[in-house]
DNA sequence: CGTGCGATTGACTATGTTCAACCGAGGTGG
DNA sequence: CCACCTCGGTTGAACATAGTCAATCGCACG
């Protein structure tokens, strides 16, 4: 099988409501500026979320100061729904504007009970967390830096023109992230992460529009970046 | 926040019944020898898993013939619940004698449409396995092999003896698993997981009786190995 | 228009991989 | 029953790759 369908995460299900329909009458949202917390570590864990637009962090802060990025969070993604009591990471706020929906916990299990549609909805957002999870320690697992750089390409390329993004046909795609967060997310260094790219950028595989848009020339060239 | 804490699960919620419970009624158990394999890579996802004893890994193979270990199955661990249609990773058994029980889908999932506490159920067991997958990539996140092992041995000290294991008390935890299964679930070669261990044994971080038997003198020395 | 942060590039260093040899326990077959 | 073979594990030396330190650039925002 080929590394490519292995980071393509499962197509999503056709439902005969959309997801997040039925939970949808129990949404408060907010809209959150840049870098500002949704919600901190170890924060009780009242809440489901659901990213409405712009983009959002999970991360936590390690005992030597090393802040690693647990994972992104793109529009249409639920999180949240892994703790029982506390929030085991603290989620932020990428970018200006992004408004997030917030269910409260209790009552969208209580309504869950009574409606098994509600349920098997619940169900299928948390496989889709596992999934994003677990492709997620494929990219973390890869060896070399053009891989890990390729392969988060190639992550953010599928999951951004899934969604809205309204990619205009040869735009290629926006990124919501920095460097440095990039970095933090596949565990490299800012510096090792911007020679990664212009590496790539030199073999012809990306194009660089400034320093956010990145059009994808070889997808094959991408995916064969092993080590 | 302390990174012992970070790579600690959520204590396991009491129920009134046990995690299972309504389920294993569904249950056919199948026992495996040492490297048989559960299911294959795209195989269609018809049921459930749940570890009953010995040890199972979830993986995949990689382009460039490098084996990538996503998760190690432990005693009472679910697998399985994140595919909608096909398994996206292989299962083996890691050891002789190892007892899977499988819980048809379909049907699991019309018996939780009828019964809101099977339901419940299912969902403590699918967060069960997103917390497992996230501290799963804090421990890739560590930069350095001895943060990474000793993050491993914290996390398989925590989780075997939290099951069965009797592990009557000083006698340390029995690694199921090989040195190239820890190198390939690190991300490490084998031979930079072999130092690392010999590193820890040295400054009395711990004591290894055999090869696979690992008892942790020193907690805080592994806590603290990062970088 | 200036300031500051994000990004890039370069030189040096540290850390892990690779290649290779060796060891030891367990299992098999003569 | 013992020799041998294989596989898993450890250790060593040379090499490759990413991290660190440092300087510069440039775009965005005030």
């Known amino acids: 099988m080929h590394v490519s369908s292995q980071l393509r995460h499962d197509q999503p299900t056709r439902h005969r409501h959309n997801p997040g329909d039925v939970l949808s009458s129990l949404a408060m949202t907010t809209r959150y500026g840049r870098g500002q917390e949704i919600y901190t570590q170890d924060h009780p864990a009242e809440h489901w979320y659901r990213v409405v637009s712009g983009a959002a962090r999970r991360f936590t802060v390690q005992v030597n100061g090393r802040r690693q990025i647990v994972d992104f969070l793109l529009p249409g993604d639920f999180f949240g729904l892994a703790s029982r009591n506390v929030h085991l990471f603290a989620v932020e706020a990428i970018v200006e504007g992004t408004i997030v929906a917030a269910y409260p916990r209790e009552r969208a299990e209580a309504l869950a009970d009574a409606n098994p549609h509600l349920g098997r ?4 957002v948390t496989a889709a967390e596992i999934a994003r999870l677990q492709t997620r320690i494929l990219i973390l697992g890869r060896i070399g830096s053009l891989g890990k750089v390729s392969a988060f390409l190639l992550e953010m390329a599928e999951r ?6 309204a990619s ?3 735009e290629g795609i926006l990124l919501p992230m920095s460097r440095y967060d990039i970095a933090d997310y596949l565990t490299l260094s800012v510096e090792t992460v911007s020679r990664a790219l212009t590496s ?28």
């Open 121 to 124: 909805e619940i169900r299928t």
């Open 200 to 227: 790539l950028k030199q073999r012809g595989a990306i194009r660089l529009v400034g320093t956010r848009r990145v059009k994808i020339i070889h997808y094959d060239a991408l995916e064969d970046s092993d080590e």
């Open 160 to 165: 951004l023109s899934s969604r809205t993004q």
């Open 168 to 170: 205009k046909a040869g």
